[in-house]
């Protein structure tokens, strides 16, 4: 019987396993996919939000200032990409003023720290691709950008490094209370534990609604991107939002913190959870609506798009904290935006809450930090000479696009919780995230898995299950 059992391993559930495992404690994190961030957690804009967009009082205004306070400090522990790039809310019209002023004032609320008006003058210094009739935005400097696997990833692999144990491709399909705790039915078999973190994204509320009488309901709001070449990523420099409405922040127009830039989402409620797919009107809006505040958008340099699903619960609050009629059953519920900036303090939180609920003590001299796969392309001659001393696979470039080289591949392979998939290597490595989307690298890639792992090639997939590349032999 396990002490906890977190089911999800995205961001939130990965943050908790972390937390947790500074804790003398048993933990074993279950996951539907192949991988750690396969769901929401992959598909978002990667910003760290400053925190004004929250009401005052509720729990994501709280989880998004203390978990934006403690990225950078995390980031540099788990040797995760973060930049503090600030963030900028646009206004065309003087009248758009007065919402800049009442979100400058829920910021203020909020404990946001340097938040401020600035005038057209400013905003052309700041940004000058900005649109001839940007007349003021709300400047927030303590907002930055993450990414959003790396830092899944790596709060993972410490958890692993303290003993908390990650089941892959173990759907959970039922939860039932017993007197010690919960079995799970899943698809590997049953499992016991005394509690359950529930951070299943998108599908919390139907977990949840197995075991309270309190029905909850998430609705899934789809967000559609494009992601742009390098060559344009710094088209701008901080992240530009339009005034927010009741669906959201609106089309945003960012770049990453591997230089590409990012252009999107729109928000359209649906019903279907596994719906990731882009769609043709869906990519319009954001096409339309995208140069409202960015002038001469460089659409012709888009490389992929891609959509992720926004977990919005009826309540419109983060739901966290054990379930009042399920007692040892927590709900981390309802993570939409800013579900990526709040984790690091969402993790803290339902860890304390666990560290209480079972009298757990501290552990004397937990891991609390990983070094991400070695990065080719950032060294110095001298030192890339060197790692192709120590190992020549170093010195052969597999990905071209990102300069991603063999050694790299192997490393994300063979390290803790290593990649299996053809994803998990590019969430790894960034091998394949490049102009040309894995046209030229892919073929390399699977023969270094296969050879790696001693996993045939046909039964390597992309992302688990059904999705293999190799459908047979030609003659
Ligand atoms: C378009 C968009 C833009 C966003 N932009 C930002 C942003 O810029 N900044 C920000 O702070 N936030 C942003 N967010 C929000 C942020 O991405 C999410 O809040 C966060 O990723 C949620 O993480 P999670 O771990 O709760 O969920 P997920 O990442 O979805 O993880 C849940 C996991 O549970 C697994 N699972 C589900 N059911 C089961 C089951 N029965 N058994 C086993 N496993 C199961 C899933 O496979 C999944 O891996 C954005 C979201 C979207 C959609």
Not at 104 to 123: A, D, P, S, T
Not at 220 to 226: A, I, L, M, V, W
Not at 339 to 354: M, R
Request: charged letters at 25%.
């Amino acid at each position: 019987m396990y002490d906890v059992v977190v089911i999800g391993a995205g961001v939130t559930g990965c943050a908790c396993a972390m937390e947790l495992s500074f804790l003398n404690t048993t933990v074993l994190v279950v996951e539907k996919e192949a991988d750690v961030c396969c769901g929401t957690s992959k598909a978002n804009s990667g910003i760290v939000h400053a925190g004004y967009d929250a009401r005052p009082g509720s729990m994501k205004a709280k989880m998004n200032v203390e978990g934006s306070a403690e990225m950078e400090a995390l980031c540099a522990r788990l040797d995760v990409p973060y930049k503090a790039n600030g963030s900028l809310v646009i206004s065309n019209t003087e009248e758009g003023r007065a919402k800049l002023l009442r979100l400058l004032e829920q910021g203020k609320q909020n404990g946001v720290k340097e938040l401020r008006i600035v005038e057209k003058e400013e905003l052309r210094k700041l940004e000058p691709h900005l649109v001839e009739e940007a007349c003021c935005g709300l400047y927030a400097p303590t907002a930055a950008i993450v990414c959003p696997f790396e830092l899944t990833i790596g709060m993972a692999e410490v958890a692993t490094l303290n003993g908390v144990e990650f089941q892959f491709e173990t759907k959970v399909e039922a939860i039932k209370p017993v007197e010690d705790g919960y079995v799970l039915t899943t698809t590997s078999g049953e499992v016991r534990a005394k509690t359950i973190i529930n951070a299943a994204g998108v599908y919390a509320d139907e977990l949840h609604n197995w075991v309270s009488k309190k029905k909850r309901r998430i609705t899934p709001r789809k967000g559609e991107y494009y992601l742009l070449d390098k060559e344009v990523g710094n088209h701008v420099a901080c992240t530009i939002f339009s005034l927010p409405t009741k669906a959201g922040k609106g089309v945003l127009v960012a770049p990453t913190t591997h230089g590409n830039l990012l252009v999107g989402p729109n928000a359209e409620d649906g019903t279907d959870k596994s719906g990731t797919n882009t769609s043709r009107h869906g990519l319009q809006e954001v096409l339309e609506k995208s140069g409202r505040h960015v002038a001469n958008l460089p659409m012709r340099q888009v490389i992929t798009s891609f959509a992720g699903l926004r977990a919005h619960e009826e309540e419109d609050d983060f739901v966290l904290g054990e379930v009042e009629d399920a007692p040892g059953f927590f709900d981390c519920l309802g993570i939409e935006s800013p579900g990526l900036s709040s984790a690091p303090a969402i993790g803290k939180y339902l860890a304390s809450l666990l560290k209480n609920k079972l009298g757990l003590a501290k552990k004397e001299h937990p891991i609390r930090q990983r070094k991400a796969v070695t990065r080719m392309k950032d060294l110095d001659l001298a030192q890339r000479n060197a790692w192709v001393e120590k190992n020549p696979a170093y010195g052969t470039i597999v990905c071209r696009c990102e300069e991603i080289s063999e050694g790299e591949i192997m490393e994300a392979i063979h390290r803790p919780l290593g990649a299996t998939t053809v994803d998990g290597i590019k969430r790894r490595t960034r091998a394949g995230m490049g102009r040309c989307q894995a046209g030229f690298c892919l073929p390399k890639t699977l023969e270094i898995l296969a050879r790696e792992t001693g996993i045939p090639m046909e039964q390597l997939t992309k992302n688990g299950r059904t999705s293999s590349y190799i459908k047979g032999k030609t003659k």
